[in-house]
């Protein structure tokens, strides 16, 4: 295994962060135990949660995945040091979680307490803002004129983002927290929290994850570029667009018990005659180079440049050690080019 330095945090992540968003619905406690044990032991010390998580997200599963590794770590207190534990605030939206209101300095404050108690650790090593409170161009609105620029008051979010700036602080001299980072960011959501840190000497945001896939490929270059240069470690998620790029949903299938099966058909916005097709052909790079299409679609995404570590999740313990092999694998040129020139005849599938 790899390892990479996450942002100016001083602390070394492996290439692979081991997502947890399936733990509580598709996976149980014994499922989530046997990924960590298998994941620790090839040289994964990264793992991904949120107070939102199990997935799909309902006021029942919410906070079940956090209390399934509170589980583990509390059965394995001895190894709490050796793993860096990442959890999320959700924003805005949904409305078992604070009523779907925004974020705030008290509902930061409030969020870390009940994530360590349902964690059952004393500190969490990197706290991220879920999304924005704002409208942003992540989960299929980056299509122009999606929403307005206008609609964002900016002196307004300026406002709230040195609360929330100020409460992350308040977390870290505590102690309850180590670093702090962003989730379904922009440009401009980056650059203005770096400017309030260094203005107010508040804790700088340390990583942001995007979504990032060969289906998704906005951030590249602009947004990376900023973050390589900013020190602002980036981690992809959703690597295989929710399980498109395995080949799985080919032809529109939905074998049971997949994430596309417990989904309603209108949050499916991935699956579009251009993301199929293009989904087809990097399965046809990955069969005729002898690996499998999930491998192909993660070592992709280790070689881009800028990538700190991405995140994975599995349902099945086999998919996992598929998966870590992954980033074992090194792609040559010519494997390259040829997914150069599927990027280039779907570069927005959907």
């Not at 991405?310 to 980033?327: K, P, R």
């Amino acid at each position: 295994m790899k390892y990479a330095k996450l942002g100016n945090s001083g602390l070394q992540v492996s290439r692979v962060c081991l997502g947890s968003m399936t733990w509580g619905v598709q996976n149980t406690q014994q499922d989530a135990d046997q990924q960590i044990h298998y994941a620790l032991e090839h040289g994964v010390n990264f793992i991904d949660t949120a107070e939102m998580y199990a997935i799909p997200a309902t006021p029942d599963t919410y906070g079940k995945t956090e209390q399934i590794i509170g589980h583990w770590i509390s059965a394995n207190a001895h190894k709490r040091q050796d793993v860096i534990i990442a959890s999320k605030i959700a924003g805005p939206g949904m409305h078992w979680v604070r009523d779907g209101q925004p974020i705030t300095g008290e509902a930061v404050i409030k969020s870390v307490e009940d994530s360590l108690t349902r964690l059952q650790t004393d500190y969490i090593d990197l706290y991220q803002l879920h999304w924005p409170n704002r409208v942003s161009p992540h989960f299929g609105k980056q299509w122009p004129n999606t929403f307005t620029f206008d609609e964002v008051d900016v002196s307004a979010h300026r406002a709230q983002m040195l609360e929330i700036l100020q409460a992350l602080n308040e977390c870290i001299v505590a102690g309850k927290i180590r670093h702090c980072g962003l989730s379904d960011e922009t440009p401009w959501g980056i650059s203005t929290y770096l400017e309030l840190a260094q203005k107010h000497s508040l804790p700088k945001m340390v990583s942001i994850q995007n979504e990032f896939s060969l289906l998704c490929q906005k951030d590249w270059p602009y947004l990376i570029e900023h973050c390589h240069h900013n020190d602002v470690a980036y981690l992809p998620w959703s690597p295989l667009a929710t399980g498109l790029l395995t080949g799985k949903y080919a032809n529109n299938a939905r074998p049971q018990g997949t994430r596309w099966s417990l989904m309603q058909p209108k949050s499916i916005y991935r699956n579009t005659e251009f993301s199929q097709s293009a989904a087809a052909q990097y399965c046809e790079i990955a069969q005729q180079i002898g690996i499998t299409p999930a491998q192909l679609a993660l070592a992709w995404c280790n070689q881009v440049q800028g990538v700190t570590s991405t995140i994975i999740g599995a349902t099945h313990l086999h998919q996992l050690q598929e998966n870590i092999a992954a980033f074992d694998i090194e792609l040559d040129e010519q494997t390259l080019q040829r997914i150069n020139k599927v990027t280039q005849q779907f570069p927005a599938p959907y």
